[in-house]
């Protein structure tokens, strides 16, 4: 068998196998080049939080350079992302499930990284907008082509763990940009303007944006490196007659009611993550007596460290669930994670001094972050050929209201319901305390579906390939 046909890596490649799953699939690949890619996947979608993320800790520089407010300041970190994010990742995940997923990634790696550029050369509220939109689109190419690659790297018993480590990437990242923006802040204190050889002065905050979108340009040669991996999991036409899936509409309809109530759910708790990570640096300083640039280290440490460790014990976890023959795994994880890290994040806001809130956010932050695995229960009810449109449509729908909606809605309470900037931590207490609950009901609301999701997709799959995964 040729590489191309071993790795199908065109579209026509991976269609031809479909009609003969079973006399087509090869071993899964080695282990320890499969870990190799998770850990270059983990360095695109790490530098893809720094790019997303860099923006929220530059709240009073971009605001007094753009004569901005608040409201307006949560749309560049936000909508003006999310919008752009959500919409180009449906064309773009029905590109993976065709073509070269790796290809496209390094498409998109460097557009990301080119627009990230533009951010810091912007000098209008409308320059800024625009460059933030891109950033989103270019970055939607990664995630669903990721988890896509990830399913036909590893096995259903292995791949919670997989992507759980691929997913570090989003406190990783969000940590190192709140810490290397707290580090811009005391250089603009320090000095607002810097000189340049034959540009001149340039107001410090710009430049981050350039010290965060070179490294984009290493990671593209890194994910050359990448192989195309064999597609697994594909139906026959008859497979997907009998399991109702015969196009990835029809596939959605045969299974709303689950992927409805994990979208609600996921969508609820992005919202809370995504307003923590965009205002609690603001919350920290307008609250306690501690500077914005101390509050973004520490924040920035405990979202890279807790995060991080968060991600991997819902990966055990969920891979642990699954094995004892609990199908519902990964949606048990997610409300464990609710039920342990819920109510610290929730009275984080409300604590008297800055070391108690610090204190609650670090065990919160651990426990929230096993959520993570709910790309995994995707991964699970799903046909190889749906896998990135549906996680495309997962974030379509998710980011669509987290990163949306979650800094916007935090900063439309502070604004318009209590009208004072200072109340800041009770516009994070009440988003976080009407969500978080909402969302664990949804979830429970939902696992009978999903249970009967997986019998779905079981039934149908290949029984050796699933069985190869289960």
């Known amino acids: ?140 190419t990664l995630s669903p082509a990721a988890f896509s690659m990830l399913s036909d790297y590893f096995p259903k018993k292995r791949l919670a763990r997989a992507i759980a480590v691929y997913s570090i990437g989003v406190p990783l990242g969000s940590g190192i940009a709140l810490m290397l923006g707290a580090l811009v802040i005391k250089a603009i204190l320090a000095a607002p303007e810097i000189t340049l050889p034959y540009i001149g002065q340039v107001e410090a905050w710009r430049l981050t944006f350039a010290f965060v979108a070179f490294p984009g340009i290493l990671i593209c040669l890194l994910m050359l490196t990448v ?101 519902d795994g990964h949606i048990r994880t997610i409300r464990l994670s609710l039920l342990l890290g819920g109510p610290f994040l929730i009275l984080t806001p409300l604590m008297p001094s800055a070391t108690w809130a610090l204190a609650l956010l670090a065990p919160g932050f651990l426990f929230i972050t096993m959520h993570g695995v709910g790309t995994v229960a995707l991964q699970v009810i799903t046909p190889n050929e749906y896998r990135a449109r549906i996680t495309a449509l997962y974030f379509f729908v998710a980011n669509l209201i987290g990163l949306g909606l979650g800094p916007t809605v935090i900063a439309l309470v502070t604004d318009f319901g209590f009208g004072n900037d200072a109340a800041l931590r009770y516009s994070l207490f009440t988003v976080s305390g009407i969500a978080l609950p909402v969302a664990g009901l949804i979830l429970t609301l939902g696992m009978p579906a999903y249970r009967r999701s997986v019998a779905n997709i079981a039934e149908v799959t290949d029984s050796t390939d699933y069985a190869a995964g289960a």
């Not at 029809?250 to 689950?258: P, W």
């Not at 409805?260 to 640096?281: D, E």
């Not at 919350?283 to 991080?308: E, V």
Request: charged share 10%; proline share 4%; net charge neutral.
């Open 227 to 327: 192989r195309e991996p064999f597609r697994r999991g594909r139906m026959t036409v008859e497979q997907h007659a009998i399991s109702g899936s015969q196009s990835f509409v029809a596939h959605v309809m045969t299974h709303k009611l689950s992927l409805g109530c994990m979208f609600a759910g996921m969508s609820l708790i992005s919202m809370v993550m995504y307003g923590a990570l965009a205002w609690t640096p603001a919350f920290l300083s307008r609250t306690y007596p501690i500077n914005i640039t101390d509050a973004g280290l520490l924040f920035g440490a405990i979202m890279a460290i807790c995060g991080a460790g968060g991600l991997i014990l819902g990966g055990v976890v969920a891979d642990w669930m699954f094995g004892r023959g609990h199908t």
């Open 1 to 140: 068998m040729s590489d191309q046909a071993l790795h199908g890596e065109a579209g026509s490649t991976a269609e031809s196998v479909v009609g003969s799953p079973t006399a087509a699939t090869p071993p899964w690949p080695n282990q320890v080049y499969s870990w190799y890619v998770v850990g270059v996947l983990l360095l695109a979608y790490t530098l893809s939080f720094i790019d997303r993320m860099i923006l929220s800790l530059l709240v009073a520089p971009v605001r007094e350079s753009l004569g901005i407010t608040d409201t307006q300041f949560s749309l560049l970190v936000g909508m003006a992302f999310a919008l752009f994010y959500t919409i180009a990742g449906l064309p773009l995940a029905w590109v993976a499930d065709r073509f070269s997923r790796r290809n496209l990634i390094v498409g998109g790696i460097g557009l990301w990284s080119f627009m990230t550029l533009s951010c810091g050369v912007a000098t209008s509220y409308i320059g800024l907008f625009i460059g933030r939109m891109g950033v989103g689109v270019g970055e939607a």
